[in-house]
C-alpha cells in the first residue's frame, strides 16, 4: 500500500476578499462578533475629492443661512423703525388738529368777548340777538370744517341710531313714530355718533272703547 503523494492532494482555491464599496456599510465578519461586543460603530467611507466637497457645500449653506440672518435682522429692524415713525405721525396729527380746531373756535371767543364789552344798562334786544346769531354761524362752520354736523329731527322720523326717546306723547297732528319735539340736539362726528338727539316721539291717540 503505497502513501498518497501529498502533492497531488485536491486543495481548494484561495479565496479573494472584495474591495469594499466607498458607499457600502461595512458590517462585522462572522467569526469576530467580538467587535459588535466592544460596541465600535460602522460608518460610511468616502473619498478625500468627496469629503472636500460636502464640506464646501456645508460651508455655503452656512454663509448662505448667515446672509439671510443679517437680511431678517436689517429687515426688522426697519418695520421696527417704520412702526415708531407712523406712531408719531399719528400723535402728530392728532395734535395738529386739535391746534386747527382751536384756532378755529378763537374767532367765536373773540365775538363773545366783544358782545360783552360792548353790553351796557340799555341792551338792544335786537343787536343782541344778531350778535348771538352770529356767533353761532361762526361756531357751526368751525365745527363743520372738521366734520361735525348736527342732528336736528324735528319733524323725521325716529330713528334710534341717532335719536334718543325721552317721552311719546299722543298727538293727531303728527304721524306716529315721528319727532315732535327735540329737547336736545345731537352731533355727528365724521359719521360718528358723539351725541344722540334727545327728543319726543309721537304716539297714536287711543280710542275711546266702544
Same mark, same amino acid.
Given at each position: 500500500?503505497?502513501?498518497?503523494?501529498?502533492?497531488? !492532494?485536491?486543495?481548494?482555491?484561495?479565496?479573494?476578499?472584495? +474591495?469594499? %464599496?466607498?458607499?457600502?456599510?461595512?458590517?462585522?465578519?462572522?467569526?469576530?462578533?467580538?467587535?459588535?461586543?466592544?460596541?465600535?460603530?460602522?460608518?460610511?467611507?468616502?473619498?478625500?475629492? !468627496?469629503?472636500? &466637497?460636502?464640506? *464646501?457645500?456645508?460651508?455655503?449653506?452656512?454663509?448662505?443661512?448667515?446672509? %439671510?440672518?443679517?437680511?431678517?435682522?436689517?429687515? %426688522?429692524? !426697519?418695520?421696527?423703525?417704520?412702526?415708531?415713525?407712523?406712531?408719531r405721525e399719528v400723535q402728530n396729527a392728532h395734535k395738529f388738529a386739535l391746534e386747527r380746531f382751536f384756532g378755529e373756535l378763537l374767532p367765536v371767543r373773540d365775538s363773545l368777548?366783544?358782545?360783552?364789552?360792548?353790553?351796557s344798562d340799555e341792551v338792544d334786544l335786537a343787536k343782541l340777538r344778531e350778535g348771538v346769531e352770529l356767533t353761532l354761524k361762526q361756531l357751526a362752520a368751525a365745527m363743520e370744517?372738521?366734520?361735525?354736523?348736527?342732528?336736528?329731527?324735528?319733524?323725521?322720523?325716529?330713528?334710534?341710531?341717532? %335719536?334718543?326717546?325721552?317721552?311719546?306723547?299722543?298727538?293727531?297732528?303728527?304721524?306716529?313714530?315721528?319727532?315732535? *319735539?327735540?329737547?336736545?340736539?345731537?352731533?355727528?362726528?365724521?359719521?360718528?355718533?358723539?351725541?344722540? +338727539?334727545?327728543?319726543?316721539?309721537?304716539?297714536?291717540?287711543?280710542?275711546?272703547? &266702544?
Open positions: 500500500m503505497t502513501q498518497a503523494d501529498p502533492t497531488l !492532494e485536491s486543495r481548494d482555491p484561495p479565496e479573494t476578499a472584495a +474591495a469594499p %464599496h466607498p458607499f457600502a456599510e461595512t458590517t462585522p465578519a462572522p467569526e469576530a462578533p467580538a467587535a459588535a461586543a466592544t460596541g465600535e460603530e460602522t460608518g460610511i467611507l468616502i473619498s478625500r475629492e !468627496e469629503f472636500d &466637497a460636502l464640506r *464646501q457645500d456645508l460651508d455655503q449653506a452656512l454663509a448662505k443661512a448667515d446672509e %439671510h440672518w443679517k437680511l431678517y435682522l436689517a429687515a %426688522h429692524a !426697519e418695520m421696527e423703525n417704520l412702526r415708531k415713525r407712523t406712531e368777548e366783544m358782545g360783552l364789552a360792548a353790553a370744517k372738521f366734520g361735525a354736523r348736527e342732528v336736528n329731527p324735528l319733524g323725521a322720523k325716529f330713528n334710534p341710531n341717532e %335719536h334718543e326717546a325721552m317721552a311719546t306723547l299722543p298727538t293727531d297732528q303728527a304721524e306716529p313714530n315721528t319727532v315732535v *319735539q327735540v329737547a336736545q340736539k345731537g352731533y355727528v362726528l365724521n359719521d360718528r355718533l358723539i351725541r344722540p +338727539a334727545k327728543v319726543l316721539v309721537a304716539q297714536a291717540v287711543p280710542q275711546p272703547a &266702544a
